[in-house]
């Protein structure tokens, strides 16, 4: 049993109160886990949880226990914002709601009699979600999380000083738009762009309406947050179709593949819609309900995944990038998202796609996501400074 290998490493806590059926269940895991320690009921796991907190992986638990309830147990681990991976076993299929499953952040169930071979395939998928985060959060990364949140709050806090946040807002989506644009090798200039804004809309090239409509696409999306603070396929396919000024739906073409320069195919996306919608309800969920990773990193991964499903015929690149700023808003990262991210991206074009690459090809997700923190933090601090002189002019025109 190979694919096992990876609990050799993981301590488990294991609550039941029939000792006959533990007796019998740790005979037969207890080989596989680095250890497991046996309770009876909640509050005997309750007490070997705070002995050895740093020490336990992963609680396997019955529910319906004297002294203290499974359901009470979990209540109290959650309460203390123990984000500990929890498996149920339980007699009964209707045991927990929904409702109380989200709540309590619960990771599997098992049906009694418990079946060995079911639990350690339960308790290893659940592992390895849990070696996937370890992975990811890396020192070099949790130190950069840092730097890069930080940099973010101050430029948060001095969006409060602005008068007319819209103002300035307007301005760092316009060049946000056209930087975004670029790197989809869509060019226009600023007077260009600014002629159109002042003509109201009157165009006087394909590329300054493309750029004008992703920053309306932009706005959209924003304010849509405002009403329903979640990221969803439905507001996915109304940012590109507001991009692309068009109907434009999930991608139903076969064959889509994507090639460099030379014509070499790099990258072959999913195909099928019922696929991709299936791809993109996972990401819903995992952008939407996931708290166990940094926000941040979860952004970074959030970005990777969008741009490996490529759900359009055109338009993914863009989308992928305003998906990033109303994320940064929805998790109250940005209240305002002043940010200009595209710039970044712009004079790290190479090293962008050579990273998101590098994922697909050689799992390396450290090098792609400082890559992505970096971008925040340098964007967040050129974004205070940007700010800080428009406050410093403003107060001068003041006095």
Not at 119 to 134: G, I, P, Q, S, Y
Not at 176 to 191: H, L, P
Not at 295 to 312: D, G, V
Not at 363 to 390: H, N, P
Request: glycine share 4%; with cysteine; proline share 3%.
């Amino acid at each position: 049993m190979d694919k096992f290998n990876r609990l050799k490493t993981i301590t488990i806590l294991y609550v039941e109160d029939s000792k006959f059926l533990a007796k019998a269940t740790l005979r037969g895991i207890e080989k596989y886990f680095h250890k497991v320690y046996l309770v009876h009921n909640g509050q005997e796991a309750l007490d070997v949880l705070n002995a050895y907190e740093n020490k336990i992986d992963l609680i396997i638990t019955d529910l319906i226990m004297p002294v203290l309830d499974g359901i009470s147990m979990i209540e109290e681990i959650r309460k203390d914002d123990k984000n500990i991976p929890i498996i149920i076993t339980t007699g009964y299929d209707d045991a927990l709601g929904v409702e109380k499953i989200i709540e309590l952040s619960i990771d599997g169930f098992l049906s009694k009699p418990i079946d060995i071979t079911k639990l350690l395939e339960k308790v290893n998928h659940v592992v390895n979600a849990l070696f996937v985060t370890r992975e990811l959060e890396t020192k070099k990364v949790l130190l950069k999380t840092i730097s890069a949140s930080r940099a973010l709050a101050q430029l948060n806090g001095a969006m409060i000083n602005l008068p007319n946040p819209r103002l300035f807002l307007d301005t760092i989506h316009l060049q946000e738009a056209k930087a975004s644009s670029e790197i989809e090798n869509i060019i226009t200039t600023n007077d260009d762009l600014y002629k159109s804004v002042v003509a109201d809309k009157k165009f006087e090239n394909a590329a300054t309406k493309e750029v004008l409509s992703y920053k309306e696409a932009l706005w959209s999306g924003l304010e849509r947050l405002e009403s329903r603070p979640f990221i969803t396929t439905n507001l996915c396919i109304e940012i590109v179709q507001r991009i692309k000024q068009n109907s434009a739906g999930i991608r139903v073409t076969p064959g889509t593949t994507l090639a460099n320069t030379k014509g070499d195919v790099i990258y072959t996306p999913p195909s099928g819609e019922n696929v991709i919608r299936e791809k993109l309800a996972n990401l819903e969920k995992f952008v939407n309900q996931d708290d166990t990773l940094d926000p941040l990193i979860k952004m970074a991964l959030m970005h990777y995944q969008f741009e490996a499903i490529h759900p359009f015929a055109d338009g993914n690149g863009r989308t992928g990038r305003i998906l990033l700023l109303l994320y940064l808003k929805m998790e109250r990262l940005l209240d305002i998202p002043a940010i200009y991210l595209s710039e970044y991206i712009i004079k790290n074009k190479t090293e962008y796609y050579k990273k998101l690459r590098n994922v697909t090809e050689k799992e390396d997700w450290e090098s792609y996501i400082l890559y992505m923190l970096d971008m925040i933090e340098t964007t967040a601090k050129k974004g205070l400074i940007r700010l800080e002189k428009v406050i410093s002019l403003l107060e001068k025109m003041a006095e």
